[in-house]
């Protein structure tokens, strides 16, 4: 019985040390088998009977591994397949997280470059309208400046007009040289308003020369005075025209010169609305590839916290195969032993069986 003993106190050790590992059969007891094999000895049943429970243990034992087995092979290929298919998640989530990165990239840099593109094109606009500005403030000025010359011109022509008429009457006897008098007053006005006094100086003197010889004037002397007036009409009126094409160039210099930068403000204000347009554009690239890179993050760490999850429960499933595996073959070893010191039992019994019967025979 010592044997048995020292028996019992392994397999109470053996389970001591693998209380964690899993337990597919509770009903399969090392003591009980134990307890049963030395109530058959006590018996005097056959080594066969004996030997029949240990099988049977062993059997139990194989098949339950056998059973283990398969289903480890089971998880096992479930862990490969969600340990490929978590992998391919998170490649596919770095993928559209790396091209999502570069566009997301070429956007901000494009939208960037078109504000940057749009502020220029906006300074340019505002200096251009600024010089559109001034075209038309200049023309209104010179505009205004030729209606006033206009004026005085015509009004020095008239009264140069008026001068030849008051001649024509003092030389048929109903006109007055007092009345000439004020004419050449008016006369010498608008010589200064459209500076051309040193013009008219040769008329004034003509005048002045009229009034010296009174009544007694003569025809030839009247003469010579209309012929100055209608020399000095010719003069004025030329400049005038000079004057009135000038103007006219001018006016169509400002007409070209409006006309270009309009044309220019036309080009800068549709460039300007193709840079909007194409700044819509970007931002709201922006705004889609940043919501495309916040969900590939998330892809790509959601599906890497789920592999370490089925990392740590498949090493989980391993470890207790791995137990479970090496407490069967404890328990086969015990049996193993178990069945080795029962067959010495037995032969030691059988030669003391035989000793004794020898024994016998030399006492009779």
């Not at 993928?95 to 960037?112: F, G, P």
């Amino acid at each position: 019985m010592k044997i048995f003993g020292l028996l019992l106190i392994i397999v109470i050790v053996s389970c001591t040390n693998n209380q964690h590992r899993l337990n597919y059969t509770k009903q399969r007891s090392m003591t009980a088998v134990m307890a049963e094999v030395e109530m058959k000895i006590k018996s005097h049943s056959p080594l066969d009977a004996v030997l029949n429970i240990l099988t049977q243990f062993r059997d139990s034992v194989n098949e339950e591994q056998v059973n283990h087995d398969q289903i480890f092979n089971l998880e096992q290929n479930e862990c490969q397949s969600e340990y490929e298919f978590r992998n391919a998640e998170i490649q596919n989530a770095k993928s559209t997280l790396r091209d999502s990165n570069a566009q997301l990239s070429t956007c901000q840099y494009l939208k960037m470059r078109t504000t940057e593109q749009q502020q220029v094109n906006q300074q340019q606009e505002n200096t251009f309208q600024q010089h559109l500005n001034t075209i038309l403030t200049t023309a209104e000025s010179e505009q205004g400046y030729f209606k006033k010359r206009s004026r005085q011109y015509e009004d020095s022509l008239h009264s140069i007009d008026e001068a030849l008429t008051i001649l024509e009457g003092i030389s048929n006897g109903y006109r007055s040289f007092s009345e000439l008098s004020k004419v050449s007053q008016r006369m010498l006005q608008t010589s200064f308003d459209i500076n051309k006094t040193g013009i008219y100086a040769p008329i004034f003197n003509a005048f002045i020369g009229l009034a010296n010889q009174g009544e007694s004037v003569d025809l030839s002397s009247l003469q010579q005075v209309e012929h100055l007036l209608n020399d000095l009409r010719s003069t004025i009126q030329e400049s005038f025209n000079q004057f009135t094409e000038s103007n006219a160039q001018s006016v169509g210099l400002f007409n070209l010169q409006q006309e270009k930068v309009k044309k220019v403000l036309a080009r800068l204000q549709q460039q300007y609305e193709r840079q909007q347009a194409k700044l819509d554009k970007s931002q709201a690239c922006i705004g889609v590839q940043s919501a495309v890179s916040n969900s590939a993050l998330s892809k790509q760490q959601r599906n890497e916290q789920l592999l370490d999850q089925a990392q740590s429960l498949c090493q989980t499933f391993e470890s207790e195969y791995n137990l479970s595996t090496q407490s069967r073959r404890n328990e086969i070893q015990l049996v193993n032993q178990l069945e080795q010191m029962v067959r010495q039992r037995f032969e030691v019994v059988q030669e003391e069986k035989v000793v004794l019967r020898q024994f016998a025979k030399l006492k009779y």
